[in-house]
Structures are given as C-alpha cells and as structure tokens.
C-alpha cells in the first residue's frame, strides 16, 4: 500500500451529472489526508458538495485547480506516500487519460428513471444498485423530486435494491391527486411498492416524505422494514408558513431563490441550476393546483395538520430520525421527546436538507441504520 | 420529458393550446395541411413546419390559410382578438410586417389603452428573422426593435426549444397582443421539452451561466454565441454570466442590473442594427441606472448599419460571431486594469 499511486477523480452524482467544476480545495499539495477527510468542495446542479476522502495519503499533485470545470471521472489529484519519485508520479498522471475514457463506457450503462403505473398514478421512479440487503424505497419532501437523493442514492446501493421515488405531482410523476392527503399519497406509494413487487422496504423519508413514510407505516405495517425520517413532517407542531407560503406563490427566479435558501444552513452552497429546476417544475400546468392542495393538507399558518406520532410509536420496526440543528423549516427540537428506542441523530452544521449539506455523515447513519436493520 | 426541436417544441405548444381553448386559431400563408392532410396539402405546415398537423386535427375552420395578403389576414386576427378569439397569426418573415404596421402599432397595441381597459386583445403574430440563411435584404432582417418601441405590445424571442414552448404558451394564455420572433437558424436546434404544457413568464430573464468577472446580456440566436464566447474566456479564466432576456418587453431590467453592478463589465450582442436596438436600448439602461458599478465602457457587439448583405462573405461578416463578442468581452475585462 505505501509505494501505491492513487488517483482522485471528478464524482458523479445522479444520472445526469457529465462534469462538475471544482469549487476549491480544503488541502494543498504536500499535505496528508487521511479516509474520511473533507478535502476538496465540487459545484453541482444542486449544491456545491463537500467531498470526503476515499483514500489516505500525501497530495503529491493537485491537476484540477479551482474554479475550473472538470468531466466526470476525471483526474483531479494524485494521492501517494513521499517515498515515491516525482518521476512515478508524472509517469501515472500521464498515463491516466487512457485509462480515464473506460469509465464513460460505464455511465452510458447506467439506469433511468422510468414512469411506473401504480393504480391511478403515474410514477418516475428510478431504481439502482441491486444485493442481498432488503429494498430500500427513497421519498423526497415537498415540492421535491429524485434529485434530492443524489448524494444519497449510490451510498445506500451498494448492497441493496433502492427505489428513487417521485410522488404524484412531482418531477417526473403526473399530478393524479384528488385530495392532495398524506394518506393518498402514502397509498400511491403502496401502490408503487406493488407494482415493483417489493413486498418489504426500508422506507427513507425526508420531511412531508418523512410523513408519507409513517402514514404508510401505519396502514401497510407489514410492509415497512425501517424507518429513517430525516427532518420529517408529522411529528411536532411547528413548520415555517413562510417556507411554504413562500414556495407556493414564487414563479420567478429571484423569490425562488430566496425560498429554497431558507432550505440551508448555509445558503451560498445552492446553485442556480436548483432554482430553474424547481421554477421548470411549478411552471407545469397543473402542479401549483396540486403544490396548494398538499399544503393545505399539511400545515396552516405555521402549524402542522398531521400528527403521526403515533405512528412512530406503534411502528415496531427500527427507526432512525435525523435533523439538521439548524433547520429553518421544521425545527430540530422535535427530535426531542421521541418515543424510546428510536436512534436521534442531530447534525449541527446543517438546515432542513442534511442529506445534500452534510451527505457523507448521514450516508455513514444511514448505512449502518440499513445494516442493522436488516441484520434484525 | 424528452428532447426535441425547437420547431416540434413550437408545434407542440400550438396542438395543446389549441386542444385546451376550442377560442385558438392559427391563420397565415401556407399554414394548413401536414401529415395526416389529404392530397396536395400534406405538403404544407407553414414555410418553415411549424404548423404541421394542425388542419387534420382541428379542421379548416379553426386553421385558415389565407392568400398572399399580410395586411388583410394580420387586420382579420386583430379583429377577431378584439371580439372573442385567440388568433395565432404566421407571417412567413418578420420583413414583411411594413404592410401591416397599422393593423399592429395603431390598433392592436392601442385597444387596451384606448378603452380604458375594457378591451383585450388576446393576439400572437408569429415571424421569423434573421440572417444567416442567404436569403437576402428583405428576408433576414431582426426587427425586435421597432416592435419594443411600441407601448402596448410584448415582444418575445426564444433561444431554445424549452423556452420556445413555455413562450409561446404564455403568449396564447396572455390577454395582450404578442410579437413572438423565432431565428429561423434555431429551428433545428434541440434541448430537453416536457411534455405537457407548461408557461414561462414573460419579463423574467433566463441566466444561462454565471460568472464573476463579464456580463453578456444576448437576444435570441445570439444566446448561443454569447454562450460559445464564454465557454472559450472560461480556459482563459475570463468567468462570465450569460443572460438572456427572453423578451423585450416587458424587458427584466433588475436581472440585467444586478449582474451588471456585480460584474462593473458589461458586452450586449444583437443581431439587430445598431441605431435604437436592444443593444443601444439596454446600454442606456444599464449607463443610467448603473453607473457607478461599472468599470469599463458597455461594449455593443451588433449588426452594421447596413442592409443584410446576400453574398456569403458579405452576410458572414455582417454577423455578430463568438470571435467578435468574446474580443468585445477580452476588452471589457482588461480596460483600465
């Protein structure tokens, strides 16, 4: 291991990530990293993602500097113990572009969300990774889409079948919605795990997301193998009207942005491609109709609707409820008062969308919540 | 969701505003007919295709051609907007607008105005400019401007298939008269379309790319050179912003205001001539409301003022090109540094 090169590349993140452009360094050549360590930040079409280190050792050379644009899979540094020559290094670098174009061959390979029927709605569901592990269904919060799951989608593939849903009325799922419940939408999601045949899952659910987890929880119990509920909807009293007042009646770029900032701990991460995305998603004939019904199921004038506590409770399925400490849409002192036995995980450095502002530790959580989950 | 033409993305948004509102007519010359018609009319959809398909679904009644006659056909749709409907009026080339300037500046645009708010007058004229197709002085020119001059009508210029279906579809929902300008150069070009409908407002600029050091503010086909010329200073570490207003009127002057104060470096490519076009129009703006940011002169990449040139050479230098925005841009971002 110590004489051996390695290389660092550009990541991909979700199907339609091509390049990405290096937004800067948090190590200089020379330096020693260590596995685990964040070291490098890269812009996306969402946020600008702090990568941690899959390898330990010295940054002999740094190929990519800040603020340039790299394509996926592409060498960004060279990772090797001092010992080695200069000479090995450079023969490695060199060497690298022939090795690097293989790698495009795999990502044409890889899957697409495709539009499931699931009783009277049509779903874009994207399924990846394949394993022993139980099936693990992924379902984004309001006015969200796949894409909130794109740091998350490959860590929990590794081993296991996962689901990458969009409710009705989101992304690419038609808004087939008669009441805009959490129920209705927690039976459109049973609907797809059956036109999946996926007779068990884990169910992971990030806010409203969390809520349709639970209520699917309470009316199909035996078809929930784990809960992991990040900021969820349903469990405390409080949510931000001006969050969702705001993101309802903003169809232009400029409020768009200053909505989805109250998204984040830190709101200079978000890219302006996340507010076209979602301002290309309300411009759909039909969607704010369906955005304003969900609402209105959901929460008035700052206080939730749904209460499903109780669901939580009567679960009896392992449960993982992680929060961003500094979540401005549903705060974190929810997570407090929980029933026993469900593990809390705060997240100090985070907002309401940990999964994008600190992916790699809730990939650690929930990972190892899966783990245990299906060891039961 | 799914990839197509600009020209399928304007054909898509006419078949589902027309399946929508049984009030949309599309009227013009050589309009009818495409696939699915009988006989000769097969042949036709609109000199450029646009329109195919749509007499077979919807009938003559509802997709008229009309003879040689923009004077007539434009004052009919005017008309008719007035009293009830929603005309979709094609005119083969926007250079041909000078025999119907009273039907457009005179009443259309006045309606509203005139009676006190009480009349609409829910109208799209369809047209396409632009040089680059050897087609000569009277058949490649950029007239936005002269419609932009005009209170009382929107002027719209999409510069890819997305925004040419949001566009269109807003400006058949929109209650006032609508010139929507389509560069006959981009009718090939692709981008990802969903595929049900959907509106993008108007006076809301699309920021195609963002960067710290130039802003270029470009109008329909010359988004994509602005593009072009960004993505070639990007290896120079010249970082620029692209902004495309999508419309010019109502014209989203907080967008082009605040990149401009960011930025203090300011190059706006038109394809129209230079005397009262967007370029001068917006370089006014941006002097007036934004001075104190900037740091060097606004830099206009347009068309000469002169006719559009037919021998290739000729037409070809007539252009703005990304060679000629990117130099405008190297300018720019080095004056008084």
Redesign the interface.
């Known amino acids: 291991m110590a004489d051996t090169i390695q290389p660092i590349t550009m990541p991909k993140w979700g199907m339609t990530m091509t390049e990405g452009r290096l937004a800067s360094w948090l190590v200089q050549e020379g330096q020693q990293i260590s596995q685990g360590q964040e070291f490098v930040e890269v812009e996306t079409e969402k946020i600008t993602n702090v990568v941690e280190s899959l390898v330990s050792g010295n940054i002999r050379k740094i190929i990519v500097p800040e ?1 340039a ?1 790299a394509p996926v899979g592409a060498l960004l540094a060279v990772v090797a113990e001092p010992t080695v020559p200069d000479s090995e290094i450079e023969q490695f670098i060199n060497s690298y572009a022939d090795r690097a174009g293989k790698s495009d061959d795999e990502t044409e390979g890889q899957a697409a969300p495709r539009v499931v029927a699931a009783g009277p709605h049509s779903l874009n569901i994207l399924s990846i990774g394949d394993g022993d592990g139980q099936p693990a269904i992924l379902v984004h919060g309001f006015g969200g889409d796949i894409g909130t799951w794109l740091f998350t989608q490959d860590a929990l593939a590794q081993n296991r079948k996962v689901h990458i849903v969009d409710l009705p009325a989101h992304g ?1 799922s038609a808004p087939s919605l008669e009441k805009g419940s959490v129920e209705e939408l927690a039976a459109a999601l049973l609907m797809a795990m059956d036109a999946l045949s996926v007779e068990k899952a884990h169910l992971v659910g990030h806010s409203m997301g969390g809520a349709v987890a639970l209520s699917l929880a309470q009316s199909a119990p035996g078809r929930v193998a784990s809960l992991a509920l990040i900021a969820p909807a349903g469990i405390g009293p409080e949510i931000s009207s001006e969050y969702i007042e705001g993101f309802l009646n903003a ?4 409020p768009m942005k200053d909505v989805l900032a109250r998204l984040f701990a830190s709101s200079e991460a978000m890219s ?1 491609g996340m507010v ?1 995305n979602v301002l ?1 998603f309300k ?4 969607v704010p109709e369906a955005l304003g019904a969900i609402a209105a199921n959901i929460a008035e004038q700052g206080k939730q609707k749904i209460d499903l506590k109780p669901a939580l409770e009567g679960a009896g399925v392992p449960a993982l409820v992680i929060w961003g400490e500094q979540d401005a849409v549903i705060p974190s002192s929810q997570a407090t008062g929980l029933p026993a036995g469900v593990q809390v995980e705060i997240i100090s450095n985070a907002g309401h969308m940990p999964m994008m502002e600190a992916s790699s530790t809730v990939n650690r959580l929930l990972s190892s919540h899966l783990a245990s989950a299906d060891a039961k | ?1 799914s990839v197509k033409s600009y020209r399928q993305a304007l054909n898509e948004a006419l078949h589902q505003e027309m399946a929508r509102d049984p009030h949309v007519i599309v009227i013009g010359e050589d309009i009818a007919g495409g696939a699915g018609a009988s006989g000769q009319q097969d042949a036709w959809g609109g000199a450029f295709g646009v329109t195919k398909g749509l007499l077979g679904a919807f009938g003559p009644a509802r997709v008229r051609d009309t003879p040689i006659s923009e004077s007539a056909f434009v004052g009919a749709a005017v008309g008719a907007a007035a009293t009830g409907l929603r005309p979709v009026a094609e005119i083969m080339f926007v250079d041909f607008l000078g025999v119907c300037f009273d039907q457009i500046f005179n009443q259309a645009a006045k309606f509203r105005y005139m009676f006190g708010g009480k009349a609409v007058t829910p109208f799209v004229l369809r047209a396409t400019f632009g040089a680059g197709t050897r087609s000569a002085s009277q058949h490649s020119q950029a007239l936005y401007p002269i419609f932009t001059h005009i209170p009382g009508l929107k002027v719209v210029i999409p510069s890819s298939p ?1 925004d040419a279906k ?1 566009l269109l579809t807003q400006a058949i929902r929109d209650n006032d008269p609508v010139i929507f300008l389509e560069n006959k150069l981009l009718y090939d070009t692709v981008g990802e379309v ?1 595929d ?6 108007f006076g ?1 600029a ?2 195609l790319r ?1 960067g710290s050091d130039v802003t270029i503010i470009a109008f329909g086909r010359m988004v994509h050179i602005a593009m072009d010329a960004a993505n070639a200073l ?1 290896k120079e ?1 010249i ?1 620029c912003t692209v902004i495309d207003p999508r419309t010019t009127s109502p014209l989203d002057e ?2 082009i205001l605040e990149s401009a104060e960011e930025t203090g470096r300011v190059v706006i490519v038109d394809e129209a001539n230079p005397r009262c076009g967007m370029a001068a129009d917006v370089s006014s703006i941006i002097a007036e409301k934004a001075f104190g940011a900037l740091k060097a002169p606004i830099m206009k990449v347009t068309a000469p003022h002169t006719p559009v040139p037919y021998a290739p050479n000729l037409e070809a230098a007539y252009l703005p090109d990304a060679t000629r925005v990117a130099a405008a841009a190297r300018a720019a971002f080095t004056y008084g540094k």
């Open positions: 603020g644009t690419g169809d232009r770029r400029k302006a076209e290309r411009r759909l004939d039909g | 969701m997305y949001g969903p049900g409908p959907y509106v993008i407002p809301e699309n920021i963002e990007a570490g970082d907080d967008t």
